[in-house]
């Protein structure tokens, strides 16, 4: 057996070790169409919390049950609309390549990111109902950090990478308080379509 042939025998055996034990067939486009949800319903939330008053803008009551009800509706249609995007590109990738999209893998991988979305969901609801609004967004951004991380395991390396930048923002948002739309608009939108643009060109070419 020819040297090359031996290279390409064992490139072969990899590829089919990586298709049973990660799941590869995530979509960039759907990381990119998540950011630009995010980025919407972010200057959505602004207008909404923040008033013009001569050309400064100023930050409005946040305590404003109505306006908290109004966010989180939102919040609710920005992950509604990106998890059905997501889920539907995601069913049209793993098709294109042959893949069953719903595996023993993809089950491991939803199962392990469901543990820490879940807990910081419900501590989030705690937190709201307590009258702690202002590290909501360090919140978000940490736990769903950390369920990337978590999930990294099961699929693509550089989601884990995703995750820690999403830690480190929300960290970040905790230690400047007030400026929590910040970095909660540069971790779920322009990270997003960063992340999902070099995973469309690196994977999904």
């Known amino acids: 057996m020819k040297e090359e042939d031996i290279y390409s025998e064992l490139s072969s055996i990899r590829n089919l070790m990586e298709r049973s034990s990660k799941f590869i067939s995530l979509s960039g486009l759907s990381g990119v169409l998540a950011g630009i949800y995010a980025l919407i319903g972010a200057y959505v939330g602004y207008k909404l919390v923040y008033k013009d008053n ?56 939803l199962m392990t990111m469901t543990i820490p979305l879940v807990t910081g969901g419900l501590l989030i609801l705690i937190l709201m109902s307590r009258g702690y609004f202002g590290v909501i967004s360090s919140s978000c951004l940490i736990f769903y950090g950390l369920a990337l991380v978590a999930g990294s395991q099961y699929t693509l390396s550089d989601v884990k990478w995703l995750g820690l930048c999403e830690i480190v923002l929300g960290l970040m948002a905790a230690a400047f308080p007030g400026y929590g739309i910040v970095f909660w608009t540069i971790g779920f939108g322009a990270l997003h379509i960063l992340y999902g643009t070099v995973m469309h060109f690196k994977y999904n070419q």
């Open 54 to 109: 001569g050309g400064l803008m100023f930050r409005d009551s946040y305590i404003d049950l109505n306006i908290l009800w109004q966010l989180f509706l939102i919040a609710a249609i920005v992950l509604v609309l990106s998890l059905s995007t997501g889920i539907w590109l995601t069913i049209r990738q793993a098709r294109k390549r042959n893949e069953n999209y719903w595996n023993p893998v993809s089950k491991r991988l």
